[in-house]
Structure formats: structure tokens, C-alpha cells
């Protein structure tokens, strides 16, 4: 029912020659699974990414997008640049770029709202920092960064979301929720898109799981009702830690 997708998240890491090489040994080590596999490699890769998994069902999509169709915003990248070099799913509100680069809810949701006027698909990043989770806000923070950011668009634009729930103590710090913690938080996510829109809305949403998914934790994580998968970061570098997060989604 709904598309299990495994999204890696390259950050700024490869040069183009290291690129390639992930890319070339990732296709040749793809197992077979249901689940949409994507990687985003930074700007400067991603036309030669494109190309060079022609061939492969690897969808390569971006990290980042500006709101605007293009203009005096020195070094970024729009919409249509994306879309003309064949990349259909952008990454937004990632907490990396929310924390240096001063991206808030305002700003992500007119970037989201420019990704679904130009059908590119959106993968969403939120999640609660450390400070909210002890302070038991983390519902509280979670619910308002999806009312803010996502919850004007219309019912149309939901078939270009993707959400991806990414706990912020848990992002490269080899700290993983509990499996538990991950679909209480999904469970909670979708019932307050089920509650804003509808329920055939909220049940046909993809929500990813990411912060520190590996090979080891991936199959209890995935195994969960309302996980659909996971964006990876460190993990997704090395094609074999890649490829058995993939496995263990299938
Ligand atoms: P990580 O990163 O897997 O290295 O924790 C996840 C992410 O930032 O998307």
C-alpha cells in the first residue's frame, strides 16, 4: 500500500571519481527489493549521477533547493535546474540545514510548496532535538514543525511527500531510537496527518526513519508497522553497509 523507500544521504562527501565509483559498485550490488533505493550526491555530481544510473533503478535526487525559480541567490540551486537534469525528489529540511544554515519552518515551507508547484517530489526531514525529547516536548516539537512547514498544502500536493522522521540526537552520533521510540513517533505522525487531512492520507504517506541506521539495527527498525524505511547518512558510503540496509527492508 504504501512505497518503502531507502534514501542515502551522501552530505558533503565523494569527489566526482569517488562518486562514480560508489555509484558503479552500488548498482552492481543492488539485491532485489520492493523498496525505492535513492542517493543524493552533492550538486556538482549529481548530472553525471543521473546519467551514470540510467541503466540502474538507483534514483538519484538532490540534498537541498532553493524556493525561488532562479535570480541574484548566489550559490544555489532551483527547481527547474534539478528537474532539467532529471532529478524528480529533493531533500528538504534536513536538520544539518536547519541548524547552519539557519533553514526554519517558514523558509522549508515555501520550499516544499516550490518542489510540488514544479512535481518535484519532497523527501521532508524534522525531528526533535535532544533538550525537547528530555523535556517530554518531543510530540509537541514534531507536530509543529509538520503544521508549519507542511500542513497548508493542499490534499493534491501529498502524493510528492515524503516524510522523513529524523531525531536529531540520533543523527551521526551512533545513537539510534529504540525501535519502539521510532513507530511511537511514526504512529504519532500519522495521526496528525490523518487528523489535518485524512486517513487515506496519512495511510498512503511514506514516513522514513533516520539518525544512525545501520546494517545491525536496520531489520528491527524497518520491522515496524508505520517505518517505511530510512534516509541514511553515514551508512549509506560504503556500498555493503548500503546494500544490507537495503536488504533488510525486503
Ligand atoms: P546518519 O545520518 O545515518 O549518519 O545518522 C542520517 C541523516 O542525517 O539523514
Redesign the pocket.
Known sequence: MRTNIVAG?W?MNKTASETDALLDELAAKLPDSSAEVMVAPVFVNLAEAVRRMDTSRIEVIAQNMHFADSGAFTGEVSADMLLDIGIGTVILG???RRAYFGEDDQLLAKKVAQAVKKGLRSIF?FGEELQDRKAGKHFEVVASQLKKALFGLPVSAWGKIVL?Y?PVW????GETASPEQAQEMHAFIRKIVSDAYTDAVAQKVSILY????KPENAAEIFSKPDVDGG??????LKADDFVAIIRAIS
Open positions: 544521504n552530505k534536513h536538520s544539518e526531514c522523513a529524523e540520533a543523527i551521526g552520533t533516520g539518525g544512525s541506521v534516509l541514511i547518512g553515514g551508512a549509506s
